[in-house]
């Protein structure tokens, strides 16, 4: 037996003795706390540091002792059994040893040509392309002016590259391409930059995405990632694509409408980071889809992060056969079709904050609703919204008399605004979703002006009774309504207010109006006393 692999089986006995004997301190009653299940694939990276060690293993005994919890996106379900118990720390306490006493892989790119240290990597003839043949841990660090990382390992690999300041382009193919691996992770160093950067022609007739894995992909780390598209897609998994933490920004170049920014065949899973996704279009607003997933049981889910998409020419947010679920996080998604499309059904709660702009929005497959149980949601559309069956959290579904050009809605109640958005798509229907609009009378603004509609009781009145409020042929006010309820008294002793939307100075020598609306001021002239 080699001394390194000697060393190895020592601390891992050590380790586990010590797991076993001493319980690392752990309450045995909390020893199965559940979170948020993240695959094992990213070998234990819970600060998405780039590396497993020491701090890891603090943060998950942490955790499990109920003295803390574990960051947005964390890998710390490493035997994928849905919980965070004592076992993944003893596997976390094994990658760690294992970490600290193998070789380090690097791989260095020097504008022109790569150079490697450790093991499991071939270079190509002129150092341009360097593939990566077994599992493990990859550094790769520098500028590559054209070539490619290739990984090509065994179905049960997982392979890790962990981008650590990379600046690529590849004019012939996919910068990042993954032909083989159980599942490749994608680790975005904390505190650098990292650009990828492909060409419109492909020579590789299987690759079509500037990172493109056959496999699984996982992207994680606190590292910045910049994707500049010219082909088909943008990012690629034809299993399962899972966005866990960074700050990702693509430009899809490409306007064909075959094509997407975001791919995961199977799923595009995202829970944290953040992810922003802009589609070109031509001249005649053609262009490709922001984020889908297309396989007979593809979905397409989001449980938190900050998602922005702007689909210039084609949709936003889509499972061409599946469903689409946000549960949390703040998602924008703007389209020049449809903002969220689904096959089968879309769901809302939790504590998703969804802002869904398109020229249809909240698209389902026949047969199917848009359920929609909590959260907050304002979309807005050219087309009405005629199923309403699903939503379940109080809403207003106002239908404008013409086109508004992206003026802001704001929905106040008693003169304090309950919900405002700024929709950044002309639309003629606005359905707001709040737990805040209940039952009441409400008043709306759009562009800054009071709306009516039809059926008002008083104009300028929007009353809400059940779940959807539903109002029609909604327009601006040519009058402003002149009530008594708002006026204004001026006298020798000061000031006096009585209505709403004004409020006066303690000395009564100043009102002031915070609301728009009509004002009557009167005079008041006070009585002379004479003794």
Known sequence: MSGKKSLQKTIAGIIALAVVAGGIGLN?????R?????????????DSSGTVDAKDISLIQNYLAGKGSLPDGASADLNGDNEVNVFDLVSLKRIAISASVSDANYIHLNETYISVEGEGMELSSENKVVTITSGGTYYIDGTLSDGQIYVNASDTDTVSLVLNGVD??????????????GETIINLADGTENVLNDTETYTDAEADSTIYSKD??????SGTLTVNSNYLYSITSNDNLRINAGNITVNHNSVDSLGAAVKGKESVVIRGGKLKVTCAADDTDTGADGIISNSETGYVSVTGGTVNVNAKGGDAIKSKKGYVSITGGKVTAKADKDSVQAETYISIGGTAEVYAYGKRSLTTGEGYNAEITD????????EEFTNTAGIKVDSMLLNYSEKIDKQVISVKKDGTEVVSATPDKKYIYALICNSALADGKYTVYTGGAQMTHDGAAAAGEFSKSGTVGTFNNVTAMTETPVTEDNTITLSNSGITFSGGGASVSADLK????SEPGTYIVKWKKDRLLLM
């Open 34 to 46: 559940s979170s948020s299940v993240v695959s094992a694939a990213v070998l234990g990276d819970i």
């Open 28 to 32: 045995t009653a909390v020893a199965g």
């Open 375 to 382: 959260g907050s949601v304002v979309a807005t559309s050219n």
């Open 216 to 221: 699984d992909l996982t992207i994680n780390g």
């Open 510 to 513: 100043t009102v002031t109006i």
């Open 168 to 181: 690529v382009t590849c004019s012939t193919n996919a910068p990042v391409c993954v032909v083989n691996a």
